[in-house]
Each structure stands twice: as structure tokens, then as C-alpha cells.
């Protein structure tokens, strides 16, 4: 009994635990094939723009929920960083402020003594000039030129001819004005120049554009007494830009052997890539009253808003050709 019951048992077959279907190379294949179908068919109609759309709009939130804990860490060492450099910041403007009310209580005292002379030897007290204050709009288009458009025109009475300076220094000057908007000629332009003097010798000179950045003070001689760190800073000598106004920093000085003349090449220290806010100074009132007298001696009309825009660079040209020959009959021979 025990032995018929075993056969059986034999007779029986293992049943399967998978059934197989097409073979993995088959379905691989055909998959392919599909997902071929379906791009080219989406390229050629884009029929599954819409899906692809549902389906990143369903995921964002995930998106979103994966992202906080790397968002949460880098908005955490910012404001560390940022709170660490704000603190600095407060205590190096407290500390600087500091000094400088110091040095302005002295400014004070000399300026009041400064009045007082001049008034007892009859001379003329300085005016302080005008200004108003405008931001850079964008850079020149003209990419041989350099200017800058500030949103301050005609109906903000800007003129012509007007010195623009920022915190740090001169920027230049206003050569073409419309109703809403100036154009501003920078320093470092080939068509402007900028008498300047030595902070720290009082030496006067001359400082031409040079197209590059930088500033050159031709027609002075080898031995000058001029060293790279000098300051330059305005004149006044043209009445345009008011005295003592910082313009560049002496960076190089070349000697040629075969030329009596020293190269001397400074770079202005206005930051106009860093700011946009600037001055526009007023014209002294001594020069504005001359030019109307001069214009009705020579028959010529007053200036109108039309030939406002040209009278700067005119007047900028003339005033160059006239520093130019000046410096080189002052030059030594």
C-alpha cells in the first residue's frame, strides 16, 4: 500500500513558479522600438507637451519638499555670513564716522579761519557749488566712446558743460542733454581733458583721456617731481570742476631716453561700474553770465535747447586745443 501510494507521488510533476513568456531580448527589443515610436512621434507633434507639463506640475511640491533641507541650510549660513559682515561693517562706519567728525571739526576751525583772512585782505570767498544728485541709466552705445546716459535732462535744468563726480572722485562731464536724459563724457575719453595739480606738491598740469581706462599727463619733463601713489586732483583753473576734487592716482611712470618728456599714466579712482548714484554740479554763475555777453558781441544768438547737446564737446575740443599748446610752449626745449 505504502508502495503504490509513492508511485503516485512520482507520478506527479513539480509545478512551475514563473511562467515564461517571450524571452528578455524580445521584450527589450520591442520596448525600443516603442519608445523610438513615441519620441519621434512627439518631436514631429508634440502631442505629450500637455503631459509633460501635468506631470512637473504634480511633482513640484515634491520638488519643493526635496529641495527645503539644502535651501534651509544655505539660507542659514547666509544670514550667519551675512549678520557676521553687517556687524564688521557697523563697527569699521562707527569707527570711521568717529574720525571723521574729529578731522571735520578741524575743517571747520581752518575753513572759518580761510574766511576770515580772505575777508581782511579783501579777497573773493569760494562758492560752494550746486549739485544735483542723478543715477547712470546704461553705458554709451558708441563702443569707441566712453559715456554714460544719467537720467537727469533739460527739465531737471542740467546744461551743457556741467562736472559729474561720484563719492570717489570726477566721472566727467555733461556734453549732451536732452529733456529726461544727459549724456556724460568720462575723463578717460580721448575728447576730454581735466586741468589737474599734485596733492602733494601743488604741481599743475594737464591730464588727457587716453581711450583705456586711463589717464596721461603729457609735456612734463623726465626729472618731474611726480611718484607713482601721487593724487591728482582738480585745478579749478577752467572753472568747470570745482578745486580739489580727487581725479586719478599716479600708476606708472616711463622715461624714454631719446624723449625729454616722461610718461606718466594714472587711473581715475571714480567707480562708475560699482555705483550708480552721481552729482551733477552747477556751472559757476561768473561763466554762465560771460557766455551770453561774449555770444551778443560776436552777433551769434543765445544758446537754445536744440545746440545745447553739441555746445560741451565744442567747447571741450577748443579747450583742449588750447591746453595742448599751452603745456607745449610751457614745456622745456
Not at 150 to 174: C, E, L, P, T, Y
Request: hydrophobic residues 40%.
Amino acid at each position: 500500500m505504502l508502495k503504490g501510494v509513492h508511485q503516485k507521488l512520482e507520478a506527479q510533476q513539480t509545478p512551475a513558479f514563473f511562467v515564461r513568456g517571450p524571452s528578455v531580448f524580445s521584450r527589450m527589443v520591442f520596448f525600443c522600438a516603442l519608445s523610438v515610436t513615441i519620441m519621434a512621434v512627439d518631436a514631429r507633434l508634440n502631442y505629450l507637451s500637455q503631459v509633460r507639463q501635468a506631470f512637473i506640475a504634480a511633482l513640484h511640491p515634491l520638488e519643493v519638499v526635496a529641495n527645503a533641507p539644502s535651501e534651509w541650510t544655505r539660507d542659514l549660513q547666509k544670514y550667519f555670513s551675512a549678520h557676521n559682515a553687517l556687524l564688521q561693517e557697523n563697527y569699521a562706519l562707527k569707527e570711521q564716522a568717529f574720525e571723521q567728525k574729529v578731522l571735520l571739526q578741524r575743517f571747520n576751525t581752518i575753513e572759518a579761519e580761510n574766511t576770515h583772512l580772505r575777508t581782511m585782505l579783501n579777497g573773493n570767498i569760494p562758492i560752494q557749488p550746486k549739485a544735483i544728485l542723478g543715477e547712470i541709466s546704461h553705458m554709451g552705445r558708441d563702443p569707441f566712446t566712453h559715456t554714460v546716459v544719467v537720467n537727469r535732462g533739460s527739465n531737471h535744468n542740467i546744461k551743457a558743460g556741467q562736472a559729474v563726480v561720484d563719492s570717489k572722485g570726477v566721472i566727467g562731464q555733461v556734453t549732451r542733454v536732452y529733456p529726461f536724459t544727459s549724456e556724460v563724457t568720462l575723463i578717460t575719453d580721448k575728447e576730454l581733458s581735466i586741468p589737474i595739480q599734485i596733492e602733494r606738491n601743488q604741481l599743475r598740469a594737464i591730464a588727457f583721456g587716453e581711450g583705456n581706462n586711463t589717464l596721461d599727463i603729457p609735456y612734463l619733463p623726465t626729472n618731474v617731481d611726480i611718484k607713482v601713489g601721487d593724487k591728482l586732483v582738480t585745478s579749478g583753473m577752467d572753472g568747470v570742476y570745482p578745486a580739489g576734487l580727487t581725479v586719478a592716482i599716479v600708476t606708472k611712470i616711463q622715461q624714454n631716453p631719446e624723449s625729454p618728456f616722461a610718461k606718466i599714466v594714472s587711473t581715475p579712482v571714480a567707480e562708475v561700474n560699482n555705483h550708480l548714484q552721481l552729482l551733477l554740479i552747477d556751472l559757476p554763475e561768473a561763466q554762465e553770465s560771460k557766455v551770453p555777453a561774449l555770444d551778443a558781441a560776436v552777433g551769434n544768438p543765445a544758446p537754445t535747447e536744440q545746440n545745447a547737446t553739441t555746445q560741451a564737446k565744442t567747447i571741450t575740443k577748443s579747450k583742449q586745443k588750447t591746453l595742448k599748446n599751452r603745456a607745449k610752449a610751457n614745456a622745456p626745449h
